[in-house]
């Protein structure tokens, strides 16, 4: 059951629990681009001497550490907040990478066929029978752990859904009356491509990008977790994770307030991914 039916709204209207998914979806952008106005420290200050301070809303709080402090004294709400920026803009910059890669390879395996086409169908059958972690801790063992590098790995993961996409959806659209009619008149497969096919198709290939998403969020989060991802004194929300997971049975907070913003950030970005499917697929009916 998806979304739309679980939750059904007038037509053409978001649900309210889409409503939600999108509000928690723009404050997780807006705390990303403003990280530095909204922390109220920088997330590398220590103070060991407010070491393990629980959350405000707790007993023994501190207002001046409204979400507590971690092991080394720092700030837990301005770790988060660099945090979001830095698994969000880590996941976004890979998914777009993906996205373009397998869109390419897709658009022109479904245009060129022959052997073109069995070459990239190939590589999309040999990533997708290859483990993303597998393939990620591998990637890192040879080429080193660095920024740029961790997001090109982490694009590796999922390129081969766009290419197929990309390639079946070609397929169909070169089998319409307008390409052919283009092409008919003597249009470059270039104008074809870029003027035509890409506009026809890019509506499916967002909704996948909007899928692919949490996808990529988690396995930044797996990676900086086991500590292959980024590197102290940077942060992110699988590094912050890894790091609580030591002080769960006397600081709880600094693994589960981490943990929660991936949760609702990935199940948020799932459900108006699925939503946008709803709305952007003609066979299904808008008034479910």
Same mark, same amino acid.
């Given at each position: ?7 059904? %709204?007038?037509?053409?209207? %978001? ?18 681009? #403003? ?15 407010? /070491? ?25 709400? =301005? ?65 080193? !752990? ?19 996409? %990309? ?12 390409? /052919? ?9 270039? /104008? ?7 506009? !026809? ?10 899928? !692919? ?8 989060? =797996?990676?900086?977790?086991? #500590? ?15 790091? #609580? ?44």
């Amino acid at each position: 059951m998806s979304v739309a039916e679980a939750f059904p %709204a007038r037509r053409g209207a %978001a649900s309210p629990v889409v409503i939600v998914c999108i509000l928690w979806l723009v404050t997780m952008v807006v705390v990303a681009a #403003g990280a530095d106005l909204i922390a109220p420290t920088h997330y590398t200050t220590q103070d060991l001497t407010a /070491r393990f301070r629980p959350p405000a809303f707790l007993a023994g709080g501190d207002l001046r550490h409204l979400l507590g402090t971690d092991h080394l004294g720092r700030d837990m709400l =301005s770790r988060l907040v660099y945090a979001v920026r830095t698994s969000i803009l880590i996941a976004f910059f890979g998914t777009m990478i993906g996205a373009f890669f397998g869109t390419m390879i897709g658009v022109a395996a479904g245009r060129l066929r022959g052997p073109v086409d069995l070459v990239a169908m190939t590589l999309t059958d040999m990533q997708t029978a290859l483990p993303a972690m597998f393939v990620a801790i591998t990637f890192l063992a040879f080429f080193g !752990n660095d920024i740029v590098l961790f997001v090109v790995m982490v694009s590796l993961d999922g390129w081969e859904r766009y290419a197929r996409l %990309a390639r079946g959806l070609v397929v169909s659209e070169q089998a319409t009356d307008y390409v /052919r009619a283009v092409e008919q008149l003597g249009a470059r497969s270039s /104008r074809v491509v870029f003027r035509h096919l890409l506009p !026809n198709i890019l509506a499916s290939l967002v909704v996948q990008a909007t899928l !692919n998403f949490p996808q990529t969020i988690l396995l930044e989060t =797996s990676l900086s977790f086991l #500590g292959l991802g980024v590197q102290p004194p940077g942060t992110s929300l699988g590094l912050m994770l890894g790091e #609580g997971r030591l002080h769960l049975l006397n600081a709880w907070w600094i693994a589960v307030l981490p943990g929660l913003v991936i949760f609702f950030t990935t199940l948020a970005m799932s459900l108006f991914g699925d939503w946008l499917r709803d709305r952007l697929d003609p066979t299904v009916d808008p008034t479910r």
